[in-house]
């Protein structure tokens, strides 16, 4: 078995990237017609100069088979920083390699050193890979839910706004 080498993304992988959320739309039965991210908003976003997110790319003999994309959030009981990670993907023929594990161990190691109180995400409920993130030590959190505004629903509740000052 090939070891996995994981490794922080650089603007080169941005069509990776886009091709990674690509197959991870596929993987939740989701058309390719709902991801509108470019590769030039990746380069933007993830290596400009206020970069929003991270990533790590893991790779298998060389390849890139996965990646992780997180950023920062903070918790204002534990006064601390922690790490969401908004995707987490392995493709198909690199599962059960230990490039998923990896690559959580990676932010993990990351969270550490950054002396992150946490690292979160969401899992889809009928998802398998619940029972790999169970395995990893985390909890299912039954008592939050998500809640999302975005559309017009967004556009309706911004109009509401008065005065802000940044």
């Known amino acids: 078995m090939s070891e996995v080498r994981v490794r922080p993304a650089t603007p080169e992988d941005a069509s990776t990237i886009v091709r990674f959320i690509r197959g991870l739309?596929?993987?939740?039965?989701?058309?390719?017609?709902?991801?509108?991210?470019?590769?030039?908003?990746?380069?933007?976003d993830g290596f400009g100069p206020t970069p929003r997110f991270e990533s790590l790319i893991a790779e298998l003999s060389g390849e890139p088979v996965g990646f992780a994309l997180f950023f920062m959030?903070?918790?204002?009981?534990?006064?601390?920083?922690?790490?969401?990670i908004e995707d987490l993907f392995v493709v198909d023929?690199?599962?059960g390699?230990?490039?998923?594990?990896?690559?959580?161990?990676?932010?993990?190691?990351?969270?550490?050193?950054?002396?992150?109180?946490?690292?979160?995400?969401?899992?889809?409920?009928?998802?398998?890979?619940?029972?790999?993130?169970?395995?990893?030590?985390m909890s299912h959190q039954q008592e939050w839910l998500t809640y999302r505004v975005d559309g017009s629903g967004l556009e309706v509740?911004?109009?509401?706004?008065?005065?802000?000052?940044?």
């Open 25 to 44: 739309a596929e993987f939740e039965h989701e058309p390719l017609s709902s991801v509108k991210v470019t590769e030039a908003e990746i380069v933007r």
């Open 73 to 84: 959030n903070y918790s204002t009981w534990e006064g601390t920083a922690g790490i969401h």
């Open 93 to 95: 023929e690199a599962r």
């Open 97 to 137: 390699a230990g490039v998923g594990r990896e690559l959580m161990a990676s932010v993990a190691a990351i969270a550490r050193e950054r002396g992150s109180s946490r690292v979160e995400l969401s899992v889809l409920d009928w998802n398998p890979a619940r029972v790999f993130y169970e395995r990893l030590g």
């Open 157 to 166: 509740l911004a109009d509401e706004a008065g005065a802000f000052e940044e």
